[in-house]
């Protein structure tokens, strides 16, 4: 079965930390980009980062670049998203995504752009206290 299948998603103050992982399991994890989603209560899904499986750059959001890291663990089929200066307008949950076509998740990454992925996890949720 193909999926994709996140963890780590907690309630946390401001300021504070996690780290989200993502599981690809059912298909060959390194002809897929991987990327990270949100969506707040009342609010649109948002891109927050991808990695590249073929070289593993990594893009963000202007909302966390410089408090986000995405990375990869090709031996685990797991990539990651580090999180650090949580902020209350992260709340939201987080999806992870994967696409063989890495120009698709960085129109994702967008505001407001379509995010045509092929394969979509269930959700984690991240709450952050003021």
Same mark, same amino acid.
Request: hydrophobic share 35%.
């Given at each position: 079965?193909? $999926?994709?299948?996140?963890?780590?998603?907690?309630?946390?103050?401001?300021?504070?930390?996690?780290? #989200?992982?993502?599981?690809?399991?059912?298909?060959?994890?390194?002809?897929?980009?991987?990327?990270?989603?949100? $969506?707040?209560?009342?609010?649109?899904?948002?891109?927050?980062?991808? /990695?590249?499986?073929?070289?593993?750059?990594?893009?963000?959001?202007?909302?966390?670049?410089?408090?986000?890291? /995405?990375?990869?663990?090709?031996?685990?089929?797991?990539?990651?998203? $580090?999180?650090?200066? @949580?902020? *209350?307008?992260?709340?939201?949950?987080?999806?992870?995504?994967?696409? *063989?076509?890495?120009?698709? #998740? @960085?129109?994702?990454?967008?505001?407001?752009? *379509?995010?045509?992925?092929? /394969?979509?996890? $269930?959700?984690? #949720?991240?709450?952050?206290?003021?």
């Amino acid at each position: 079965e193909v $999926q994709l299948v996140e963890s780590g998603g907690s309630y946390v103050q401001a300021g504070g930390s996690l780290r #989200l992982a993502c599981a690809a399991s059912g298909f060959t994890f390194g002809d897929y980009n991987i990327g990270w989603f949100r $969506q707040a209560p009342g609010k649109e899904r948002e891109g927050v980062a991808c /990695i590249s499986s073929r070289s593993g750059s990594t893009y963000y959001a202007d909302s966390v670049k410089g408090r986000f890291t /995405i990375s990869s663990d090709n031996a685990k089929n797991t990539v990651y998203l $580090q999180m650090n200066n @949580l902020k *209350p307008e992260d709340t939201a949950v987080y999806y992870c995504a994967a696409d *063989p076509t890495l120009s698709l #998740l @960085l129109v994702g990454l967008l505001p407001g752009s *379509p995010q045509s992925l092929e /394969i979509w996890g $269930q959700g984690t #949720l991240v709450t952050v206290s003021s």
